[in-house]
């Protein structure tokens, strides 16, 4: 006679609400949860052809293998605990909740429950060798949660707590089904370092890691500079793209005086919904720096600060004299344009060094001043 499969987990829950939605907070054993998760690894599909290009993104770091061992090795010590919850997303196919019994049910299935905190814990009590005891995890269950949301589960928690890259928190928001400010930064990165003929074209580390030494730009560090354009508080507008994502009509308040001299990019944000308007400025932009200085530009030295955070930074400062100089805010300047404020300009390729120009905001503060002054603006 074959022996009985277990075919649910069935445990105690309890229903909390908050602004996010509904979660369920039970306890369950670790070789249920261990069967039925598994870390999310994101297929994207870009690019504007036929053809499929396939990007991976992980909602969770990476499995690192020596910390599942010493985790391993703690679960079997006398007085091993983890108070902290493990929290996970599941669809609503798998489970049945049952609010006057307060009780849950979970299929007993490999793999439908996805992590969004915890998966070393996981991982570590594989090795839980201990049959006599039990061994159970708090969980925080998320049913039918949008991408969007469990993307910012992820990065609020190990923003604070873990050091994840900033470049992984900025890159999570491409998922938003609403618009955002965050959203439209990264969408505009990732399409400057991926178009070739941009002057930006590899020069930006997605998720912060460099797959070429010419990736000398975080993701990070260019959606931060870009927003300091667009947005005075990016959480409140996102808040209220995701509020009104339903509402077509929807639109936030345009900006004018002297918060459009300082929010210059914000009316086009609001009114320009797919932002091709201001990845074009951004390009011609940069399309100038390039011709002004292509070897500090395109070059990935030791010593060359132009493209790398502290030249980036000052530029970026910079953008916005040489933008408002021509007094169209709302239109896109050409690369003509923009070409004729660095003509001015005297500093020699060989200028930008970490002699003249410290890493960091000396650095960024001296080529700005100098930017500025040379330039007459």
């Not at 969980?139 to 949301?149: R, T």
């Not at 928690?157 to 873990?162: D, G, L, P, R, S």
């Not at 344009?337 to 300009?345: A, D, G, P, T, V």
């Amino acid at each position: 006679m074959e022996p009985i499969t277990k075919q649910t987990i069935t445990f105690k829950c309890l229903e909390v609400v908050q602004p996010i939605g509904t979660m369920y907070v039970g306890a369950m054993d670790c070789a249920d949860l261990e069967t039925i998760t598994y870390a999310d690894v994101r297929r994207l599909e870009l690019g504007n052809d036929n053809r499929e290009v396939e990007d991976y993104i992980g909602i969770q770091r990476h499995l690192d293998p020596r910390r599942e061992k010493e985790i391993g090795k703690y679960v079997n010590l006398v007085d091993a605990t983890f108070p902290n919850s493990i929290i996970i997303a599941i669809s609503s196919e798998y489970v049945t909740y049952n609010a006057e019994n307060s009780m849950m049910e979970i299929d007993f299935k490999d793999d439908i429950a996805k992590v969004l905190d915890g998966q070393h814990r996981i991982a570590g009590l594989r090795h839980y060798n201990s049959h006599s005891t039990t061994f159970q995890l708090v969980v925080s269950i998320y049913i039918d949660m949008e991408l969007e949301d469990q993307a910012i589960v992820f990065s609020t928690i190990n923003k604070e707590q873990k050091s994840v890259s900033n470049s992984l928190v900025a890159d999570l928001f491409a998922f938003a089904e609403s618009r955002s400010p965050q959203k439209t930064g990264h969408n505009i990165a990732r399409a400057l370092t991926k178009k070739e003929g941009s002057p930006l074209f590899n020069k930006i580390k997605i998720l912060g890691k460099a797959e070429s030494l010419n990736q000398t730009i975080t993701q990070d560090t260019f959606v931060k500079a870009l927003l300091d354009y667009i947005t005075k508080d990016k959480q409140a507008d996102r808040d209220f793209y995701k509020r009104n994502k339903n509402d077509k009509h929807a639109k936030l308040p345009h900006v004018e005086g002297n918060e459009l001299q300082r929010y210059f990019l914000r009316n086009i944000f609001i009114d320009d919904f797919n932002d091709i308007k201001i990845a074009q400025i951004i390009w011609n932009y940069f399309y100038a720096v390039q011709q002004k200085w292509p070897s500090a530009w395109n070059e990935a030295k030791n010593d060359n600060i132009l493209n790398k955070s502290t030249g980036f930074v000052a530029l970026m400062k910079f953008f916005r004299d040489a933008y408002l100089s021509f007094g169209k805010i709302g239109d896109v300047i050409t690369k003509d344009e923009f070409i004729s404020i660095f003509e001015n300009i005297d500093l020699e390729e060989t200028d930008f060094n970490t002699t003249r120009y410290l890493p960091g905001g000396k650095g960024i503060s001296a080529l700005y001043k100098d930017l500025k002054t040379q330039s007459g603006l």
